[in-house]
């Protein structure tokens, strides 16, 4: 589902016109974006957590030219859904049927 799609799914549900749910997303996505660069997490009950996840300094390997580089630590922006959610999915009868199909 494309982010078009989410909107326009937003918008019918509610009644609300699809520019004013583009606006709301689209701060809700600034926001995400701007408090977890100044290192905060967010926490949305009932649907997880966006959080910042230090990768320890690691060395990598270059096959192609056999040469090793250093990857210094960092931080990447990570997704944890809520044990709701997830046994939400765990319980989804077309979850179940999508995935037997492939």
Known sequence: MTKAEVIAEIS?????????VLMTVEAFFKVV??????????????FGSFVNKKRARK????????????????????????????AKIKNSKKVKSTAAKA
Request: hydrophobic letters at 30%; a positive charge; charged letters at 25%.
């Open 33 to 46: 974006k701007d408090s977890m660069t100044e290192g905060n997490n967010i926490y949305v009950r009932g």
């Open 12 to 20: 019918t549900k509610t009644g609300i016109e699809k520019a004013d």
């Open 59 to 86: 060395v990598a390997r270059n096959i192609s030219k056999n040469t090793s580089l250093i990857i210094e630590e960092h931080y990447i922006p990570s997704f944890k859904p809520s044990k709701t959610f997830v």
